[in-house]
């Protein structure tokens, strides 16, 4: 699904014209990554979490050049899945 395909169907759910649909996708998204921006965890309930995972610097091997490489710290974005949602994903079958 892409975003045009989610703003027709919020526009449709909601009753809403699709510019109002696309605003009101902006304005979620902007505060998502608001959120994300600050440090602080998104918690959807029967949805998920996601959140800034801090990754520690290390070692790793590049095989192809033979030699040893230092990874700085960085950080990552994680998504962990509510357990309504993996139960729904496991039970869906194609149709």
């Known amino acids: ?9 919020l526009s449709e759910r909601l009753n809403i014209s699709q510019r ?17 921006q ?5 918690i959807t309930r029967d949805f ?19 030699i040893l490489c230092e990874i700085p710290a960085h950080q990552k974005i994680f998504f962990r899945a509510a357990n309504k949602l993996k139960e729904l994903v496991k039970s869906w079958r194609p149709s």
């Open 1 to 9: 699904m892409v975003t045009k395909e989610i703003v027709k169907l």
């Open 38 to 42: 600050r440090r602080h965890n998104i």
């Open 48 to 66: 998920g979490t996601v959140g800034i995972k801090e990754v520690p610097a290390r070692r790793a091997y590049i095989p192809s050049e033979k």
């Open 20 to 36: 109002q649909a696309k605003d009101l996708l902006e304005l979620q998204v902007k505060a998502i990554t608001s959120h994300l």
